[in-house]
């Protein structure tokens, strides 16, 4: 895997696209491995297009594109505008708050952060916010859906180290509030000092409110109908993209009357090099993982750790450390996969909550999809809003920081994470 | 052990249960009793929650001659040798006895011989009984006709969905990680799996009923590659056959173990389970399966090779 | 631009376009049919083959519109030549790893013709592996013509299109 992580870096030097150096590199580690089929590559590339929940990105690319169209997106930032009107980076705000509402319902932060994208990011490059703090925080914004229940990386944590589910739902909802006003504040403060302006000085005009709380209202139903649609049963979270293209769709022609089949073809139209951009670098990517799984990197790695301190707190925070590190160049997925069975009977018998544990696991392994130079989320946002990695890398630091924050926080503090999950299901 | 015992061999051994399933811990002693009894020269790395990649992209990469196994089973194998699929239809096989004869069976080598022969895959053993499929569900079901328009979640293949719809549910194919939140949303009414599952993936708490059919007992087949196999010395052939049939027979013992430990556990933590069923119904229900996927021959010439 | 490439461009456009509705019309077919309790379980495997076709069709719709991204933090603080070599050596790499995509991808659709998609006998997942080579071929040709251009275009301008800021 040294000629593989060599052969990313050279790459990415000289300039070639990101879903290429992943695949190219990837591929030479089956190079060095004769006894392996050379059709392992073909094969994972297209296996990522056989599961059901990545259905999901192309769908809300698209549905974000169609919101754009369907007068949707306009109505919703003229709502925001009344409520963060008078907030410094108040589209940012937004797209915080979305991320929140939101994740409930995609449970997937790339899909999320990529329809935000495509719906908010024109918009605030408009505002004049720079262009790596935008991404950024259209992507960062993201990692609260992943906890917001029912997130999927909760199932995945819930079956793989035996934890209840419910209890993990519970106990990631007052975290993803955390994490909102981490973020929020973090926008306030980088506002401030770039002195972005608000967008109005003064109150609105009674009239100018209620218009814009009306024109909004189909807009902020969009994620409540969803939520509805889900926690009734009508259907299941990774079939939710399909619905929220169909909604806005059907609320641009039959409610805003704003789209006709043309423009609705050329929403779709605008979407498909989003689509194939961010689908070639997921798919490519699963050929990247396949060594790193068979060696079992971090596996071999992960035993240094443990051992290292009797404390709880301290192996917590070493454990969380190692996984944002280790995020830098592994999806969240494997993460969970690899080393929740590793390091869940560690934490647990220093007498560690086991969804206290999976909940802070999974926002730092998340974390990594967010982070250079390996992250489908990072390349999601920045292929869609064009913004070069760098200036990306530069505007999300921050956040980066918040985040770490947070789970800090979370782990000296248990009962943020505990309370509401003993609250419903006892201790 | 022999003088062959010069050149090393490894297999990279492929599941998707879970790292605290019995049969994890199974696949481990496998592993580690052929080590053992090949002096080190023969070592199997086991990965669990299908790390190396989703079960049919593994079985097609061991038809090429990777030295990777996979743990599957019946369903799968009939999508290239049909007649074994009926080993995982409904009240057929119904017991560690039945599989125990089945390893005799005429009818069953000729199929595994077909596998080897026409597509490479070598069937190491099939001792690793996974145990009874009940109906979890949240309302009360005692015969077929109860089951009319309740949608059970099968694994996504034919043979699974028309054996549900033969019982008189009606199949939904979705992937396992959506089953909670589906359960939770009413997407989905129920789910048929063996007792361990749902403890594992902690469905207790969105499941309100057991209804204790055992309408398919899950056998799972080991499976390598055919010319990966024979290129083994033949002592190591024995050896790995040998220690596959010891770890299986013990795993699908642990597994019942674990099978009545996870409900007495469920009905600790209030599930209620329902055992008066109208047995004779579910059975002659059954038989639907095998006629609609075209097995009752195979079914029928296999059930009079082991004696049932 | 030859007619006939315009006219496989507007036909690819299209295709992309098609799988992807007739996606979200498998998806939503199949959860209003579940919720009224008949699961129609074929709308999923449509779904997902429909998605292996879409995505390497759209792979050579990014390709060619420039939008897969790339860092040129380092690239671009070369001379102008140096940055075209570079750039004609990045197409090189990609052409062969193409190739290598499109001939594995080709091989293991016609030796595992065996392996049925999702369990259903007579539809075999070689069709869903097909998608993969042929989106290759496509990516092949785009890079052809990306090739060209480079080599015509005097003096060396920026395609924007692999360095999108
Ligand atoms: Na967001
Ligand atoms: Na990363």
Same mark, same amino acid.
């Given at each position: 895997?040294?000629?593989?992580?060599?052969?990313?870096?050279?790459?990415?030097?000289?300039?070639?696209?990101?879903?290429?150096?992943?695949?190219?590199?990837?591929?030479?580690?089956?190079?060095?491995?004769?006894?392996?089929?050379?059709?392992?590559?073909?094969?994972?590339?297209?296996?990522?297009?056989?599961?059901? $929940?990545?259905?999901?990105?192309?769908?809300?690319?698209?549905?974000?594109?169609?919101?754009?169209?369907?007068?949707?997106?306009?109505?919703?930032?003229?709502?925001?505008?009344?409520?963060?009107?008078?907030?410094?980076?108040?589209?940012?705000?937004?797209?915080?708050?979305?991320?929140?509402?939101?994740?409930?319902?995609?449970?997937?932060? &790339?899909?999320? /952060?990529?329809?935000?994208?495509?719906?908010?990011?024109?918009?605030?490059?408009?505002?004049?916010? $720079?262009?790596?703090? /935008?991404?950024?925080?259209?992507?960062?914004?993201?990692?609260?859906?992943?906890?917001?229940?029912?997130?999927?990386?909760?199932?995945?944590?819930?079956?793989?180290?035996?934890?209840?589910?419910?209890?993990?739902? /519970?106990?990631?909802?007052?975290? $993803?509030?955390?994490?909102?006003?981490?973020?929020?504040?973090?926008?306030?403060?980088?506002?401030?000092?770039?002195?972005?302006?608000?967008?109005?000085?003064?109150?609105?005009?009674?009239?100018?409110?209620?218009?814009?709380?009306?024109?909004?209202?189909?807009?902020?139903?969009?994620?409540?109908?969803?939520?509805?649609?889900?926690?009734?049963?009508?259907?299941?979270?990774?079939? &939710?993209? $399909?619905?929220?293209?169909?909604?806005?769709?059907?609320?641009?022609?039959?409610?805003?009357?704003?789209?006709?089949?043309?423009?609705?073809?050329?929403?779709?139209?605008?979407?498909? /090099?989003?689509?194939?951009?961010?689908?070639?670098?997921?798919?490519?990517?699963?050929?990247?993982?396949?060594? &790193?799984?068979?060696?079992?990197?971090?596996?071999?790695?992960?035993?240094?750790?443990?051992?290292?301190?009797?404390?709880?707190?301290?192996?917590?925070?070493? &454990?969380l450390a190692f996984v944002l590190v280790i995020g830098f160049f592994v999806d969240a997925t494997v993460l969970i996969i690899m080393l929740a069975p590793i390091f869940l009977p560690v934490v647990q018998n220093l007498d560690g909550d086991p969804v206290h544990f999976g909940i802070v696991f999974i926002v730092a392994a998340t974390i990594g999809n967010f982070t250079p130079p390996v992250g489908a989320a990072m390349y999601a946002v920045c292929t869609i809003m064009k913004c070069p990695v760098e200036e990306y890398t530069r505007g999300a630091v921050p956040f980066f920081i918040a985040a770490v924050a947070v789970i800090v926080l979370l782990v000296l503090v248990p009962e943020i994470v505990l309370f509401l999950p003993d609250a419903i299901f006892g201790r | 052990t022999g003088a062959a015992a010069q050149e090393d061999f490894t297999l990279r051994f492929n599941h998707v249960l879970g790292p605290n399933e019995p049969f994890h811990q199974g696949f481990l002693q496998w592993a580690e009793n052929v080590e053992k009894r090949t002096d080190g020269h023969l070592t199997i790395d086991v990965f669990h929650s299908a790390q190396l990649g989703v079960e049919e992209d593994i079985i097609e990469q061991i038809r090429q001659g990777a030295n990777i196994g996979q743990n599957t089973d019946a369903a799968r194998l009939g999508n290239y040798v049909p007649g074994i699929s009926v080993i995982n239809g409904p009240y057929f096989i119904e017991s560690m006895a039945d599989v125990d004869k089945l390893n005799d069976a005429a009818t069953m080598q000729a199929w595994q011989q077909q596998l080897a022969d026409d597509y490479g895959l070598q069937v190491v053993c099939f001792d690793w009984v996974q145990g009874k499929r009940h109906f979890f569900t949240n309302q009360e079901i005692h015969a077929p006709a109860d089951l009319k328009g309740v949608r059970v979640r099968t694994p996504p293949a034919p043979i699974w969905q028309e054996s549900i719809r033969a019982l008189g549910a009606a199949p939904v194919a979705m992937d396992f990680g959506d089953v909670y939140s589906g359960l939770q949303s009413r997407a989905i009414d129920g789910a048929e799996l063996v007792y361990p599952n749902i403890t594992a993936g902690g469905l207790g708490e969105v499941l309100d009923y057991t209804i204790e059919t055992g309408h398919i007992t899950l056998v799972n087949f080991q499976v390598v590659s055919a010319s990966w196999f024979a290129g083994l010395p033949e002592e190591y052939q024995r050896i790995l056959v040998e220690e596959c049939r010891t770890a299986g027979q013990e795993a699908s013992r642990r597994m019942e173990a674990a099978a009545s430990e996870a409900k007495a556990q469920l009905q600790e933590d209030g599930m209620t389970v329902i055992t008066d069923i109208d047995r004779e119904a579910f059975r002659k229900a059954g038989e639907q399966a095998y006629e609609a996927l075209g097995l009752s021959d195979a079914k029928q010439r296999l059930a009079e090779e082991i004696g049932k | 631009m030859h007619a006939l490439v315009r006219a496989g461009i507007r036909a690819e456009t299209w295709a992309a376009g098609i799988l992807l509705v007739a996606m979200v019309a498998l998806v939503l077919l199949g959860g209003v049919a579940r919720f009224l309790h008949v699961p129609l379980n074929w709308t999923i495997d449509m779904a997902t083959c429909a998605f292996a076709w879409a995505t390497f069709l759209c792979a050579d719709i990014a390709w060619r519109r420039g939008a897969l991204m790339s860092v040129d933090l380092f690239t671009r603080t070369l001379p102008v030549r140096a940055q075209r070599g570079l750039l004609l050596f990045n197409y090189l790499l990609i052409a062969l790893f193409l190739v290598f995509l499109v001939v594995a991808g080709f091989w293991l659709s016609w030796t595992s013709w065996a392996r049925s998609f999702r369990g259903i006998p007579w539809i075999s997942y070689s069709w869903v592996t097909l998608s993969l080579p042929v989106g290759g071929v496509l990516m092949l040709i785009t890079t052809g013509f990306k090739v060209r251009r480079q080599l015509r275009a005097e003096p060396f301008a920026s395609e924007g299109g692999d360095t999108p800021c």
């Open positions: 895997m040294l000629i593989v992580t060599l052969a990313f870096f050279v790459l990415m030097v000289i300039g070639m696209p990101v879903a290429f150096a992943i695949g190219i590199s990837g591929a030479l580690f089956f190079l060095q491995q004769p006894a392996l089929p050379f059709t392992i590559p073909v094969q994972r590339t297209v296996s990522q297009t056989q599961n059901f $929940a990545l259905l999901a990105i192309p769908l809300f690319i698209m549905a974000g594109s169609l919101a754009n169209r369907s007068g949707i997106t306009q109505r919703l930032l003229a709502l925001a505008s009344v409520i963060t009107g008078r907030l410094r980076g108040g589209l940012a705000q937004v797209t915080i708050a979305l991320s929140a509402m939101m994740g409930g319902v995609s449970g997937s932060a &790339i899909a999320d /952060a990529a329809m935000q994208s495509r719906m908010l990011g024109g918009e605030m490059l408009r505002r004049n916010l $720079a262009r790596g703090f /935008a991404t950024a925080i259209l992507g960062f914004s993201a990692l609260i859906t992943p906890i917001v229940p029912p997130g999927i990386g909760m199932v995945l944590f819930g079956s793989v180290g035996q934890v209840s589910v419910g209890r993990l739902f /519970a106990g990631g909802i007052v975290p $993803a509030l955390l994490l909102w006003l981490a973020f929020s504040l973090t926008v306030s403060l980088i506002a401030r000092r770039r002195g972005y302006p608000p967008e109005r000085s003064s109150r609105l005009p009674r009239g100018e409110a209620g218009k814009a709380l009306r024109g909004g209202i189909w807009a902020l139903l969009f994620p409540v109908l969803l939520l509805v649609g889900l926690r009734s049963g009508v259907f299941t979270p990774s079939e &939710i993209g $399909a619905f929220a293209v169909a909604y806005v769709a059907l609320v641009g022609f039959l409610v805003h009357r704003e789209m006709n089949a043309r423009s609705g073809a050329e929403a779709i139209e605008a979407s498909l /090099a989003d689509v194939g951009a961010v689908m070639l670098l997921i798919a490519l990517s699963a050929i990247f993982s396949y060594g &790193i799984v068979m060696e079992r990197l971090p596996e071999a790695i992960s035993g240094a750790i443990v051992g290292q301190t009797q404390s709880l707190i301290g192996v917590e925070l070493l &454990i | - | -």
